[in-house]
């Protein structure tokens, strides 16, 4: 399982990623800045995290990676259909 704490991994938490991260793991705050942010990732991130163990961190990095190779393969795919 990926420790949150070690030294690269806070560079992949900008500052929108932890956005996200605080509404999977503790929902929409009334009059917080998370607001302006859409549901539908974070609340994917929260239904998936089951699968990590409630780590919503590691959750959401498979999942980016999962949705940038399915886009990569369709685009592949659109491309070199005849």
């Known amino acids: 399982m990926l420790d949150t704490d070690s030294d690269f991994l806070p560079i992949l938490k900008t500052w929108d990623a932890q956005h996200y991260l605080t509404i999977a793991n503790q929902n929409y705050i009334e009059g917080s800045q998370n ?39 369709l685009f592949h795919f659109h491309i070199t259909e005849k």
């Open 35 to 73: 607001m302006a942010f859409y549901p539908l990732w974070p609340y994917l991130i929260k239904f998936l995290s089951y699968l990590t163990f409630e780590n919503t961190f590691t959750t959401s990095m498979v999942l980016v990676n999962f949705f940038s190779l399915a886009s990569i393969l």
